[in-house]
């Protein structure tokens, strides 16, 4: 009997260890290591909340409807700036458009957001 409860745990576990990794929660990148900055808690999140934009951006600009095919739309996490609080969204192969990030996108380690960009640091060197 106990041999079965030390299995359920070691399941149950290792349920609620995978269900985390799926959502984005701090601490864990799954199988994505994005370049993002430390001060980015859920880098998941966020990845998927440019795409989004990225991808709403493309519908709303897109000179011919595409008939239902999947969209080619794409971020690059090396082309994010925390500084300006912009991003790289990429439309096909030939079109890149700079966005800008969401105001409560994080742009510093203490607590700076991309509401007031003159606040912002980017990158910090050396972390």
Do not use: W
């Not at 409860?5 to 269900?19: K, R, V």
């Not at 859920?42 to 095919?69: D, I, V």
């Not at 742009?107 to 700076?112: K, R, V, Y």
């Amino acid at each position: 009997m106990k041999v079965v409860c030390i299995i359920l745990l070691f399941g149950i576990a290792a349920e609620t260890s995978s269900t985390a990794k799926t959502r984005g929660e701090t601490g864990s990148q799954g199988n994505l290591p994005l370049k993002f900055p430390q001060f980015i808690t859920k880098p998941k999140e966020l990845a998927l909340r440019l795409l989004k934009l990225c991808n709403e951006h493309k519908e709303k600009h897109s000179k011919s409807a595409r008939n239902g095919q999947t969209s080619d739309t794409a971020i690059n996490d090396g082309k994010v700036d925390f500084k300006n609080c912009t991003f790289l969204c990429k439309h096909g192969q030939h079109v890149n458009v700079t966005l800008n990030l969401p105001d409560k996108t994080p742009c510093g380690p203490s607590g700076q957001t991309c509401a007031d960009k003159s606040k912002c640091v980017g990158y910090i060197p050396g972390c």
